[in-house]
């Protein structure tokens, strides 16, 4: 059961996101995403700069990243915990204009959590509108 339901949607071209309470610890059962919608002549590129969160337990504490496909249906990016977070450095890209980050917390360890930021990248020749494919 979780007890920190937490949800936010972003549609701005860019912009910058953290687990709750980050750079102070998350709390125990959370359940967070970050719903991101751009422009349908957008993809999506996200970036993890900063990841502590619990060590030696993938299944315990851990974030998602997800693409919604224009059918409605998901398909999972990554999954990382502490023992396998990315390189600050790495990029995970949609090939569509939404993509959700979920994190999730269990009942035992607490630590920092993440921040993260996500910009839009317009298509090659697509004209630009801020028309959203949803």
């Known amino acids: 059961m979780f007890s920190t339901e937490c949800a936010w949607t972003m549609t701005a071209l860019t912009g910058t996101f953290w687990s709750p309470y980050y750079p102070l610890d ?12 751009v422009p349908s002549n957008y993809t999506i590129s ?14 315990c504490d851990y974030v998602e ?17 502490d023992d396998t977070k990315p390189d600050s450095s790495q990029q995970f890209r949609s090939t569509g204009n939404r993509m959700t980050i979920v994190f999730r917390s269990d009942a035992t360890v607490k630590d920092k959590g993440f ?10 020749g697509k004209m630009n509108t801020d028309e959203f494919d949803i």
């Open 115 to 124: 921040k993260a930021s996500y910009r839009a990248i317009p298509l090659p």
């Open 26 to 37: 998350y709390k125990n059962h959370a359940s967070c995403k970050w719903q991101i919608a």
């Open 65 to 81: 990243v997800w693409e919604t496909l224009k059918n409605g249906s998901a398909v999972l990016i990554a999954k990382f915990c």
């Open 46 to 59: 996200v970036n993890f700069e900063d990841v502590t969160l619990e060590r030696t337990c993938c299944q």
